[in-house]
């Protein structure tokens, strides 16, 4: 069978990147003038109070957002900050961050503006995200009357954001290694938060944690 010809990269894509290394390079001399010991005291190693689940959206990222330094935050994104129960990605992340780096806060960090959400709300074939786009439909379900009973299409997208959020929160808490933590240490706490792209604020949806726990650990409790 005869090989594809395989296209050479197209002249506009040669580049070096040498923006990106020359940033690296003044990121590191600025650390470096901040504190001398930065690079060694991160090589040392990682104890991080927060996990981050957020967006892969580029306009959220989530240190600058939080105003946070590097070996402050572990972070996993992915379309629309899902927690699907069966994701190994997701789990594995939620699983080592609450059983070896013990964070005391776990944050669902949405965001208004989510392309994610809005495939969801459209009825398009979107090939392998289906699945993936399903989880929010679930969320939407689950909130039905609620969602139907916003006239607005925008208030409703805006909602269906902060409830798919609040979900995320809800099912990271199902899992064995935040109610056992949680039992033995009251840590970790989960919190849901939106980010707003318009001013950059981030605004809490005041997830009530300990009420949730009880609802959840009436039905999803793991010894
Ligand atoms: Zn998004």
């Known amino acids: 069978m005869d090989s594809p010809t395989i296209q050479p990269i197209p002249r506009y894509l040669q580049q070096s990147h040498e923006r990106i290394f020359e940033n690296n390079r003044k990121w590191v001399a600025s650390k470096r003038e901040a504190d001398p010991a930065f690079f060694e005291k991160l090589s040392a190693g990682q104890t991080p109070e927060y996990l981050y689940i957020g967006c892969s959206d580029s306009r959220v990222p989530a240190n600058e957002i939080m105003g946070l330094d590097a070996g402050e935050v572990f972070v996993h994104r992915n379309i629309a900050n899902l927690v699907p129960n069966t994701d190994l990605n997701v789990m594995s992340v939620i699983n080592y961050a609450v059983r070896h780096l013990h964070v005391k806060h776990i944050v669902v960090c949405g965001h208004y503006n989510c392309g994610g959400v809005k ?89 009530d944690f300990e009420e949730t726990l009880e609802g959840i650990m009436k039905i999803y409790q793991l010894e």
């Open 119 to 207: 495939a969801a709300l459209t009825p398009a074939d979107m090939g392998i995200l289906n699945p993936w786009l399903r989880n929010i439909r679930d969320v939407y379900r689950l909130h039905e009357k609620e969602l139907d009973g916003i006239e607005d299409k925008d208030a409703k997208y805006n909602r269906l954001i902060e409830l798919n959020t609040i979900e995320s929160c809800r099912n990271i808490m199902k899992t064995a290694a935040v109610q056992q933590s949680y039992q033995k240490n009251q840590y970790p706490i989960v919190h849901g938060w939106v980010f707003d792209l318009h001013d950059g604020l981030l605004k809490d949806l005041k997830f």
